[in-house]
């Protein structure tokens, strides 16, 4: 069994930031890609920002310069530091990793998603 397990999510007013965390657990041989998605109410989920495996990102331009993709592959964790938040960021955030599990099989997997609400 291979999952995705979020944090950090909340309450935070305008100009606030949070720190979101996602650690695969499991039977995992090595993760590739991970990343953060978003979901408003009403709206589609949308790409947040993703990281490689060797560390190159890609971010949404609704967040360049205000967010930040990390990721410790000793821990599995994958993180996503926000500053600056703004309300249209109210969302549920979802982490996402493409994982190879000891059995040679690649996996897609999803978190079960944490609130992200930016009061103004």
């Known amino acids: 069994q291979v999952q995705l397990v979020e944090s950090g999510g909340g309450l935070v007013q305008a100009g606030g930031s949070l720190r979101l965390s996602c650690a695969a657990s499991?039977?995992?041989?090595?993760?590739?890609?991970m990343g953060w998605y978003r979901q408003a109410p009403g709206k589609q989920r949308e790409l947040v920002s993703t990281?490689?495996?060797?560390?190159?990102?890609n971010y949404a331009e609704a967040v360049k310069g205000r967010v930040t993709i990390s990721r410790d592959n000793a821990k599995n964790t994958v993180y996503l530091q926000m500053n600056n938040l703004k309300p249209e960021d109210t969302a549920v955030y979802y982490c996402?990793?493409?994982?190879?599990?000891?059995?040679?099989?690649?996996?897609?997997?999803w978190g079960q998603g944490t609130q992200v609400t930016v009061s103004s």
């Open positions: 996402n990793a493409m994982i190879m599990a000891t059995s040679g099989l690649w996996l897609d997997r």
């Open positions: 499991g039977s995992i041989r090595r993760i590739d890609t």
């Open positions: 990281i490689t495996r060797s560390g190159s990102t």
